[in-house]
């Protein structure tokens, strides 16, 4: 409480000297931020004046963030040179409808907003950012934006938009960042994944950021001759990268997306421009075949980080010509399930900059013992063979990388052989030292010549002639 009441007084402080300063009405600020009937109750905004040069306009940064304000706790007229306003967290049920010229930013994140309509951006129509995130917006009229001519940045993400109106964004004409994510019905709007995203909605040529996370969209159209720079289609429902993509693109994120495997069918119709690849977090995911990035020259980070299923990586995923990647630095395996490399890309592995092989079950065998002449930290370890296993690829030597001259079933039947062979040999013993008649009599049937022959015992005829 004391010091609230002394950050209170600084505050009084600091603006009186703003009035002496600039001779502006400062209670008007006073009375917007610490209302009359909100004094002192957690309903009062933090306003701040932002560090600028004494030459520089005056700019007011005003925080009603977490302060269970609704919307008719707010009156619409603003102070003068308010630059970035903070509503987020409150309990507001509609975007309120302000007023002022010098406003730049408008939060909103984190409300309980459920739809948009026209008309309440009448007067803010300098924004140049607008963060609508995090509530519960289902429907968009669609001449809300239409005063909006400066806005940069629009934030529609976390929302539960599921249709989007016919050219909504049509008025957002220097419109550079989008952020439609995380809206999980999206894919219910007619057209989003067939037809030209940008004609269908009106969204400005310019943009150069797009992000789309879980829509649920099985694909999307794009025209190929925009600059857009980023695209972000991570947990959607795609099994292959969209047919058309504009060619400028530079960082694509396609992660917990449906593929089976990466292929050079797949980025085919990547552009070479493309420096940023994240494929993580695939549930499906289980090769990387020949030739995948063989086209993507440009190429400076590749991600398959948490792929679990992954467990094939071609040693031609480059194709055959591995110095046509000057500016790769950064491949990321952690988490995937890849036990081995092909030594083929080790020239592409010496000029890593960061190469992580975190929780990958390495086969430490003659395979890959190339693998430590790689001068890098890649908190790699050995999963197989046993001998080795958990050990950091750092401390195992490379005479310790060694494969079985022959494969196991090899092993196996040389041993059970000479077990028969043993055998053999012990019966042959054993019957050698044998007396030469004990085995013959037990073939012998009772003959003549036997022992046991049959003796027939007559009568002593003589003793009877006696
Ligand atoms: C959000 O608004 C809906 C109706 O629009 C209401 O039922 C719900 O209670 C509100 N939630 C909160 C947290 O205020
Ligand atoms: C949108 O995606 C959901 C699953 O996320 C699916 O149930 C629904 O059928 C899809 N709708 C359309 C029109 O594609
Ligand atoms: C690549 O683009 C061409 C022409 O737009 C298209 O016919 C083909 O299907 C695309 N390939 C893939 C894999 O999307
Ligand atoms: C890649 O996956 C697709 C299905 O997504 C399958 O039709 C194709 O045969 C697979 N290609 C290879 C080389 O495994
Ligand atoms: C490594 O790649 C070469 C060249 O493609 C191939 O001939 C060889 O069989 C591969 N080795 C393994 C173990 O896959």
């Known amino acids: 409480m004391i010091c609230r009441q002394l950050y209170f007084v600084i505050l009084t402080l600091a603006l009186t000297r703003c009035v002496i300063a600039e001779g502006i009405d400062e209670f008007e600020l006073e009375r917007f931020c610490y209302p009359e009937q909100h004094k002192n109750t957690r309903k009062s905004c933090e306003c701040s004046n932002e560090d600028s040069p004494p030459w520089g306009i005056r700019s007011i940064n005003i925080d009603c963030s977490y302060k269970m304000m609704k919307t008719n706790d707010f009156s619409e007229v603003l102070p003068l040179y308010v630059n970035t306003l903070d509503l987020s967290w409150n309990k507001m049920d509609e975007v309120p409808t302000l007023a002022s010229d010098s406003l730049r930013v408008l939060n909103v994140m984190h409300n309980n907003i459920t739809a948009l309509t026209n008309k309440k951006f009448v007067k803010v129509s300098n924004l140049r ?65 067939d037809q030209d995203f940008y004609r269908t909605f009106g969204v400005n040529t310019k943009l150069k950021t797009l992000r789309m996370q879980a829509c649920s969209l099985r694909d999307l159209v794009l025209p190929e001759k925009v600059p857009l720079i980023k695209l972000d289609l991570r947990r959607n429902l795609l ?99 890849i036990g081995s490399f092909n030594s083929t890309l080790e020239p592409i592995f010496k000029q890593l900059t960061e190469l992580d092989f975190n929780g990958v079950p390495l086969i430490c065998d003659c395979e890959l013992v190339w693998i430590k002449d790689i001068q890098l930290e890649t908190n790699g370890r050995c999963y197989n063979p046993s001998q080795l296993r958990g050990e950091p690829l750092t401390s195992v030597d490379k005479s310790e990388f060694s494969c079985p001259q022959w494969p196991h079933w090899v092993g196996g039947l040389f041993i059970f052989g000479l077990i028969l062979l043993c055998t053999v040999g012990i019966c042959a013993v054993v019957m050698c030292l044998r007396p030469n008649r004990g085995g013959v009599i037990l073939r012998r049937h009772v003959g003549s010549g036997s022992p046991y022959a049959r003796v027939t015992i007559e009568p002593n005829r003589q003793e009877n002639y006696y």
């Open 129 to 193: 950012e607008l963060y609508l995130g995090w509530n519960s917006i289902q429907s968009i009229e669609l001449s809300t934006f239409d005063e909006l001519a400066q806005v940069q940045v629009l934030d529609l993400s976390h929302n539960n938009v599921h249709t989007l109106g016919l050219q909504l964004f049509r008025s957002l004409i220097i419109l550079e960042t989008l952020d439609l994510s995380w809206n999980r019905l999206l894919n219910q709007t007619e057209g989003i994944q």
């Open 239 to 337: 099994e292959k990268i969209p047919t058309k993509l504009p060619i400028t693109l530079e960082i694509l994120d396609i992660s917990a997306n449906l593929f089976q495997n990466i292929s050079s069918v797949i980025t085919a119709n990547l552009s070479s421009t493309m420096s940023e690849l994240l494929v993580e977090d695939m549930p499906r995911l289980q090769s990387v075949e020949e030739k995948a990035f063989e086209t993507l020259i440009g190429l400076k980070k590749i991600s398959f980080q948490n792929s679990r299923r992954l467990t094939k990586f071609s040693g031609n995923a480059f194709g055959s010509d591995v110095g046509r990647f000057p500016v790769l630095r950064t491949l990321i395996f952690r988490g995937t399930s």
